[in-house]
């Protein structure tokens, strides 16, 4: 039974950076047809995918959001990781980590979620 | 980016009703279009991917359709644990977006 679990800081300063890990159970983050990504809940957004990882380590980030993002994965620890720098009030929400199945002809789904953090960018 | 709009925002509805919430994209996404239910303090739940296929041990009262820009969620035999927000999500290209979601309610 695949399993997320997000874990990091509850609480970031501003200007600071926001780090989150996914720890992952039951399938290897370097299986193939398996990417992994965040995705946040916020007030003033709603439902924002963030950015994704594939299998073989390569990366997509949301435009708005790419010059401060950063996912990597590391494989002996089979989790992956979220780094948003110069975390402003905008970035308070919840954070999950999902699985998300793709693979040629097959439309992109996010099939498993982590049960979601919340984080909170105050002094 | 793509926008998505759903509608309604809200609705209330009775158990063993019909229901039907709508999403739009503001270009052709094909197929590529995934629905979610999420309950208050969980995460959003797959329950339709590529528009019409349903996702592995969701109930078969849950049905999807469309292609294109134009995308349904039904509900049919509305049950007691089906309240909840709706929302899409098109994966056709990047950036992935969601829609504002729809919130079923008790009538």
């Known amino acids: 039974q695949v399993q997320l679990q997000e874990s990091g800081p509850g609480l970031v300063r501003p200007s600071g950076t926001l780090s989150l890990t996914c720890s992952v159970s039951g399938v290897s983050v370097d299986r193939s047809p398996y990417y992994w990504g965040w995705v946040r809940q916020t007030p003033g957004k709603g439902l924002e995918w963030i950015g994704s990882?594939?299998?073989?380590?390569?990366?997509f980030y949301h435009p708005s959001l790419k010059s401060r993002v950063a996912i990597s994965a590391d494989t002996s620890m089979n989790h992956f990781s979220l780094k948003l720098a110069s975390a402003t009030a905008a970035d308070t929400g919840v954070y999950y980590c999902?699985?998300?199945?793709?693979?040629?002809?097959?439309?992109?789904?996010?099939?498993?979620w982590g049960q979601g953090t919340l984080v909170t960018v105050s002094s | 980016d793509i926008q998505l709009t759903q509608f309604p925002s809200s609705l209330s509805a009775s158990i063993g009703d019909r229901v039907t919430i709508t999403c739009r994209a503001s270009?052709?996404?094909?197929?590529?279009l995934n629905w979610f239910q999420q309950k208050p303090g969980r995460a959003p739940k797959l329950l339709i991917y590529a528009a019409s296929n349903l996702q592995s041990g969701v109930p078969s009262r849950f049905s999807g359709s469309g292609s294109g820009t134009d995308f349904t969620l039904t509900i049919s035999n509305l049950r007691p644990d089906d309240f909840a927000t709706y929302y899409c999500?098109?994966?056709?290209?990047?950036?992935?977006?969601f829609g504002p979601g729809t919130t079923v309610d008790i009538k």
């Open positions: 999500q098109h994966t056709y290209t990047i950036p992935f977006t």
């Open positions: 999902a699985r998300i199945k793709e693979g040629f002809r097959v439309v992109p789904q996010f099939d498993q």
């Open positions: 270009q052709s996404i094909t197929n590529y």
């Open positions: 990882i594939s299998f073989g380590g390569s990366t």
